[in-house]
């Protein structure tokens, strides 16, 4: 059985929200889901829409558990998380076994596993190791249930990190910034999930592509945004991810922007895409 917790998405004086402001399916009890977050390209939202998105899942009610999958271990410092005794690194070695590595946040129902630099040496030290590829699927499994939602903040590259990821997701996410260079390594990124369709999981969906730091006074962000549109179509959120300076602030003081400003246009947007996501309506079929 996985736990979910259904109370507590109600008014909160603390975080402002109200699920039925966003009219968002909260708590219902889907099959825990994987969904990697993905983009081979630097500073594009994935740590972001990470931390944030598993934030929004867990204040719609849903058991979230956020692994931090990169050695600059951006989403364990932005959850605020300093100098962690244990690491995802220890897992993929073998040390100490999943559950050990798991933590618990200030935000109710969300849990995290944390990274530090020393993940830098997984790839290197899984090069000879048999089923390389799905160390992490492994180690997932051996959860069960408990949780809902599994979100995997991705390092920029398309490593044995990231392929680890791929191996062991449902899904992929993309965030998108809206850039000139936007659509860069895209079709290399889908090409790489076709190989890892063929070989190590074959039910792997793309679940969508979001886009991050739009800005709507920009010509080139429209535009951008527009091409995307038309080459994926459905794939792409209706949910836009605006640049606001909330979510660019939130790190340094170790917290979601959800938590740090709920009211921020940014903080919405997660809360909507969330929604947006549990709309989907899928659940896991392995
Ligand atoms: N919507 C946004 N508005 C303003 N700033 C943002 C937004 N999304 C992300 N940022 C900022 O942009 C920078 C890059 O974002 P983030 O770390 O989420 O990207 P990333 O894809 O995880 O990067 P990396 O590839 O290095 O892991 C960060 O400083 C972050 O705070
Ligand atoms: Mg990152």
Redesign the pocket.
Known sequence: MHYLLGTVCEPSPSLGFNCSTWNIPHGDSTLAKIVAIA?QK????????SINLSAALAILGHSVLLVDL?P?A?ATSGMGIEQPKTTVYDCFTGRISISEAIISTKIKGLSMIPSSVDLVGVEVELTAAPNRERVLRDLLENLGENFAWIVLDC??ALGLITINALVAAHSVLV?VQCEYYAMEGLGWLMSNMDRIRESWNPLLELEGIVL??YDSRINLARQVSEEIRSFFREKVFRTV?????S??EA?SYGQPALVYNSASS?ARAYMELAGELLNHGKTSTR
Do not use: W
Request: charged share 10%.
């Open positions: 983009n630097g500073g594009v939202g994935k740590t972001t829409t990169d600059q951006n390092p920029p965030p991050t730091m991810i605006p640049r606001n300076v979510l660019a790190p940014g």
